[in-house]
């Protein structure tokens, strides 16, 4: 960029600036349109990154396509036979995203077996196997190269996270991203669930990076499509899956296989093989996850995951600790537990004085905090899918063992029926039996001991079987029995019962439930059975492009003393509550106390559900316009894109937030858990 500024000159012709530059290839001044831009850049990257001589490169290459002549953007000419196309390159003006199928047939018509297509912020590399496909690479061959070296080059973990914090490799795309990019070009009629198939690749990778993770540092990667035949790549990935569901059983069934072709499973090998899925948090992978799972099954039910920066919020907020038990009870992907564990663990390592790198969520952790989330640490959802992956990342979290549970929360009187299953049972009934230890009284479900619940349980949708409806006080108003009920409804009550006396709990819930006249009786059984510490204002963006309802964080913390009557309850009178300290208030069932409210005004979303981040400026103090390009953002600390809202101070990178701000008030009022 900076070579080409310092060329840059302009004219002026009839009162309107033009601008110009000396071409790379063609040595003469040439004018400069946002699609001449990118091209002299990437002149730039071939001449000075990747060291081919000007002499190999052509512009506005000629191809005939029977009588009609088209004009590829760059062409770089084979080395030793110097009448043949090697590498094809289309640019593109910024935003576009048009031209791979032109660029494509130019390589059928020319023979070229490289192909580059950029709009100065996106990449994308292929290698032309067959004229029926093109494999997606992560790098170019330099001129000293051939593209076998660049498939066979050893790579370590190592080399992944180098590759990964290289600004001159990233590619503009996340792991979202190249998962609907696969979809789009190559499993959109590969005839197999895609939904299955990904999670295996997935899973295969998780695991091959632990294992470099754990045994020595020089190991290479195994999930790497290096050149090997379909056939041999095919069987090395099936054997690494095979090892990964050994190790971590009860997420695929035993003999479970790829059913991918080997010729697509290629494609996907080498469209991952360069994405590291582990970091400080697990963002990478789950932003994928809930991708799928959403297109599968998430959002029919009306449930959304929930962004990750409102879940850290919640986390901040509630301040679990080693001490306290903790569960979801309409987990998703296990967002609130797993952030939750990561939340302790941080404790734990300052308390032992241990460092915390990138690799966080890889580590080998002490035993201690093994144990925690082994003992502690609960999570459940009807949704099969979405289990499957919560014990992926928990399995991993609380090394081998986990008690994500695939049952129906709100339908907790017939939980026998799944323990007489015999599958389930070889897959839950460890962390059953470990939950069931929480129960207040034996074999009875309705009751827990939790210390911190957090939530999202699903907007949309009504329960109107009885037998499900007939346990909950809110499946009545105004004296009368309903014969439907919004399931967030139920799910308040139901939450509220998991909560041991003096726990705390953080949900989401739609904005109506705290102004709609006809929800009055729930807010009265909210403040009946808990404090209400807060209530943040989520904005309207937070869960698009999958809805734009608008929605709260409610955070309570459930009275010591239980009402002597679950319909006519009993406060403390005005004398005794001036007599009383904040944080016997806590616990005193009070009419009058101070509630904290805030509202989120930076978005962190725009209006199409993409993440905006903060631009990075010279000045770190000082804070860039929101982009959603994840090169110009601003970096936390393990160089993963700051998301812009003002929720909570990130890294002391960004302002103090709300979460901040009720850590204040939570101190000031001396409450339990600060």
């Known amino acids: 960029m900076n070579r080409l500024e310092a060329n840059i000159t302009d004219k002026t012709t009839n009162g309107k600036i033009s601008y110009y530059t000396n071409c790379l290839v063609r040595n003469k001044s040439i004018k400069l349109t946002p699609e001449e831009v990118v091209r002299q850049l990437y002149l730039d990257k071939l001449i000075n990154h990747y060291n081919y001589p000007t002499k190999r490169i052509r512009l506005e290459y000629g191809i005939n396509f029977g009588r009609e002549l ?58 032309r196997k067959n004229p029926n496909y093109f494999e997606p690479i992560l790098e170019l061959p330099n001129n000293q190269q051939t593209l076998v070296d660049i498939l066979q080059t050893p790579f370590t973990l190592a080399d992944l996270i180098a590759f990964q914090n290289d600004p001159a490799n990233e590619t503009g795309k996340s792991l979202k991203d190249l998962v609907m990019d696969m979809e789009d070009e190559v499993l959109a009629n590969a005839g197999v669930d895609v939904f299955e198939e990904l999670f295996k690749l997935l899973f295969a990778k998780l695991y091959d990076e632990v294992q470099s993770a754990n045994q020595e540092k020089t190991r290479n990667l195994e999930f790497r499509n290096a050149g090997e035949t379909e056939t041999v790549l095919k069987d090395k990935i099936q054997i690494l899956f095979d090892k990964a569901n050994k190790k971590w059983d009860g997420v695929f069934t035993p003999n479970a296989k790829i059913l991918l072709t080997a010729s697509h499973l290629g494609v996907c090998v080498a469209s991952l093989e360069k994405v590291k899925l582990f970091n400080s948090n697990l963002d990478v992978v789950d932003e994928a996850f809930e991708y799928l799972i959403n297109k599968s099954s998430k959002g029919e039910k009306g449930q959304y995951f929930t962004p990750r920066y409102v879940i850290d919020m919640c986390v901040k907020m509630l301040n679990p600790t080693q001490t306290d038990y903790m569960i979801d009870t309409a987990a998703g992907s296990s967002g609130f537990t797993v ?138 108003k105004n004296g009368k029995v309903q014969t439907s ?132 400026t010279s000045n770190s103090h000082l804070l860039g316009k929101t982009t959603t390009n994840t090169k110009q953002a601003l970096k936390d600390q393990h160089q993963h894109p700051i998301i812009a809202h003002d929720l909570f101070n990130t890294d002391g990178l960004t302002q103090d937030g709300i979460a901040e701000a009720f850590i204040e008030f939570a101190k000031k009022e001396q409450l339990s858990f600060f």
């Not at 770089?76 to 043949?84: E, G, L, P, R, V």
């Not at 289309?90 to 070229?112: R, V």
């Not at 289990?387 to 017939?414: E, K, M, P, S, Y």
């Open 485 to 616: 009920v919004g399931r967030d409804i139920l799910f308040i009550e139901r939450n509220l019962n998991f909560l041991k006396p003096g726990g705390r709990m953080a949900i989401v819930l739609p904005q109506g439930r705290f102004n709609n006249q006809s929800d009055q009786y729930i807010r009265q059984y909210i403040a009946q059975h808990c404090r209400i510490l807060a209530v943040v204002g989520l904005h309207g963006n937070t869960f698009k492009p999958h809805t734009g309802t608008k929605t709260s964080v409610l955070i309570v913390q459930k009275w010591l003393n239980p009402s002597p009557n679950n319909k006519q309850d009993t406060f403390s009178p005005k004398e005794k509550q001036d007599t009383l300290s904040p944080s016997e208030r806590a616990g005193e069932r009070l009419d009058n106390y101070p509630i904290f409210f805030a509202t989120q005004q930076l978005p962190a979303k725009d209006n199409s559900g993409d993440k905006l981040y903060w631009q990075n």
């Open 339 to 476: 952030h939750g564990i990561f939340h302790v663990w941080k404790q734990m390592y300052q308390q032992k004085q241990l460092p915390i790198d990138h690799l966080f969520t890889i580590q080998q952790k002490p035993q201690d905090c093994v144990d925690y989330v082994r003992e502690k640490v609960f999570a459940i959802d009807f949704d099969e899918r979405a289990v499957r992956v919560a014990r992926t990342l928990n399995l991993i979290a609380g090394d081998g063992q986990t008690n994500v549970l695939h049952l129906n929360t709100l339908d907790f009187t017939r939980w026998e029926q799944y323990t007489k299953n015999e599958e389930w049972r070889d897959t839950y009934n460890d962390g059953f039996k470990k939950l069931k230890k929480l129960a207040t009284k034996q074999n009875d479900y309705k009751h827990f001991e939790f210390d911190v619940l957090m939530a999202n349980p699903p907007f949309a949708g009504e329960i109107k079987e009885g037998q499900m409806l007939a346990p909950y006080e809110l499946a009545e």
């Open 70 to 127: 088209k004009r590829a953007d760059i062409v770089i000419m084979d080395k030793d036979q110097t009448d043949a196309v090697y590498i094809i390159v289309e640019t593109k003006k910024p935003k576009a995203k048009d031209g791979k199928e032109q660029l494509k047939s130019y390589c059928h018509g020319t023979g070229a077996t490289i192909a580059v297509w950029t709009n100065g912020s996106s990449i994308n590399r292929y290698h």
